[in-house]
């Protein structure tokens, strides 16, 4: 069992940046892949970008390429998103992911277990 409880949320103008954090607890966390997600009001969750258990690999959705960074710290159960130049598009709540890490699909929210609760990003224009 993992449980995922995400920080690091508030209010930016666009242009300036936020770093999510995400802490893990459970034993079998370095196996997991990880991922962030988000749902924008009245849309649907999006992927936005995913490390897998080694942190030797990284995916982001085309709108986060560039701008945002994710990495994970194993030894602290830690994950981090790094987001920088926020536009107001990016308002929504972020959310944390886990899952086993099969070597595929981490774009899809189907391949997590673990979801945290979220945390609200809004970036004003």
């Known amino acids: 069992q993992v449980q995922l409880v995400e920080s690091g949320g508030g209010l930016v103008q666009a242009g300036g940046s936020l770093n999510l954090s995400c802490a893990a607890s459970?034993?079998?966390?370095?196996?997991?892949?990880m991922g962030w997600f988000r749902r924008a009001p009245g849309k649907e969750r999006d992927f936005v970008a995913a490390?897998?258990?080694?942190?030797?690999?990284?995916y982001y959705a085309d709108s986060a390429k560039g701008r945002f960074t994710i990495s994970r710290d194993n030894a602290k159960n830690m994950i981090y998103l790094q987001m920088n130049r926020l536009k107001s598009e990016d308002t929504a709540v972020y959310y944390c992911?886990?899952?086993?890490?099969?070597?595929?699909?981490?774009?899809?929210?189907?391949?997590?277990?673990?979801w945290g609760q979220g945390t609200q990003v809004t970036v004003s224009s």
């Open positions: 992911a886990g899952g086993l890490d099969r070597g595929s699909y981490y774009y899809s929210g189907a391949s997590y277990n673990y």
């Open positions: 459970g034993p079998t966390f370095s196996s997991y892949a």
């Open positions: 490390v897998n258990w080694a942190a030797s690999r990284t």
